[in-house]
């Protein structure tokens, strides 16, 4: 028997948390928790999915609801395109497989918005079917156990630790492994203040043998962040304020925003007003947005047929809005207190 395998679910089986997916053989639920956790904390990702399970518990509810509704319950996770996928991808389930997920990896991986990690999850989790999971957490773990000193964004490391944990999993209840080593990743081996002293693989391990822990894993190389400088003009007509719909593909799509234009050097009318300049931070981009308060809409948007008339209650609650916009409303509203 492994002394990985037997180690890490030894460590889980005392020191594993009690969360609601856990508990649960339902692949919705196991899905829709997936889904959330993606680019998202633990803390931060729960009341997201007590709220959808709240709204829509079963797969059918969900592929019944309008995309904004789903929308309005996703804001502030961010990667929107994550929510438009999983509604994507319960209509698939409920006009294909009759409203119940397909059993095998191999099925789900077919799925619109499911990779190999989430049909990983959902087919060992909900279907134990023996494949292994593999995410940052793992491949932090294991790039670390083995002491492999080439970067994880390469086809050939990934899948050497592919290959390892796939064979450390066999013999084992694939669920237990899978939240094991998981939960190894993310509780003792983390990217920062490593628990090396609590880890039970540490006599074995071989970055901790070599010094290495603060180096390993790396990446050849960075994502490429582009910069953009966008204006939004608040233009409000008593309790009404002027919005558009994002309809055009991109991370923000279906969501709802002041008007826009992307411009370092945006001519503004002379009686507009700045509100603030704000920093927004996307994996691909690094965004500098002015807010300008304007009496009206300027002449080259307002020919924009996209653009109309909402109650400022009903922005972010009837028209599901993203963070800059958020950003942008609560600066707005402060100026307005004080």
């Known amino acids: 028997m492994s002394f990985f395998s037997n180690e890490i679910i030894g460590w889980y089986s005392e020191n594993g948390r009690s969360l609601p997916w856990r508990e649960t053989k339902d692949p919705y639920r196991i899905w829709l928790s997936e889904i959330i956790l993606q680019q998202t904390r633990v803390s931060q990702g729960l009341p997201y999915y007590e709220k959808f399970i709240k709204h829509y518990p079963d797969l059918n509810g969900f592929a019944n609801a309008e995309e904004t509704d789903i929308l309005k319950l ?19 389930v409920q006009r294909d497989f009759g409203g119940f997920f397909p059993s095998t990896y191999a099925q789900l991986l077919q799925l619109p918005g499911i ?3 989430t049909a990983a999850a959902i087919a060992s989790f909900a279907f134990e079917e023996s494949v292994a999971v593999v995410d940052g957490n793992v491949i932090r773990l294991v790039s670390r156990y083995l002491g ?4 994880v964004n390469k086809g050939a490391t990934l899948r050497s630790i592919n290959t390892y944990v796939q064979e450390e999993i066999q013999g084992f209840k694939p669920d237990l492994f899978n939240q094991a080593i998981m939960e190894m990743g993310s509780q003792i081996c983390t990217p920062k203040l ?16 070599e010094g290495l822990v603060n180096r ?44 826009m234009e992307e411009s370092v050097n945006s001519k503004v009318e002379s009686n507009a007003t700045l509100i603030g300049t704000f920093q927004h ?12 308060k304007v009496n009206k809409i300027p002449s080259r948007l307002s020919q924009n047929k996209g653009i109309f ?27 307005l207190t004080k």
């Open 74 to 92: 996703w804001q502030g996770l961010g990667y929107y395109s994550r929510a438009r996928n999983m509604h994507k991808c319960a209509r698939l």
């Open 115 to 117: 990779g190999p990690y």
């Open 148 to 151: 492999i000193q080439e970067p």
């Open 194 to 209: 490593t628990k090396c002293d609590s880890c039970v693989l540490a006599m074995n391990c071989q970055a901790k043998k």
């Open 216 to 259: 390993i894993p790396f990446k050849s190389t960075r994502t490429k962040v582009s910069q953009k400088y966008f204006n939004y003009y608040l233009s409000q007509n008593q309790d009404q304020l002027s919005l558009v719909h994002r309809n055009s593909k991109g991370i923000w799509q279906n969501l709802y925003e002041f008007p």
């Open 281 to 292: 931070q996307l994996s691909h981009q690094r965004i500098e947005a002015k807010l300008w």
């Open 309 to 335: 008339e909402v109650a400022l209650g009903e922005i972010g609650s009837a028209y599901p809005t993203h963070q800059l916009m958020n950003k942008m409303i609560k600066a707005w509203q402060e100026q």
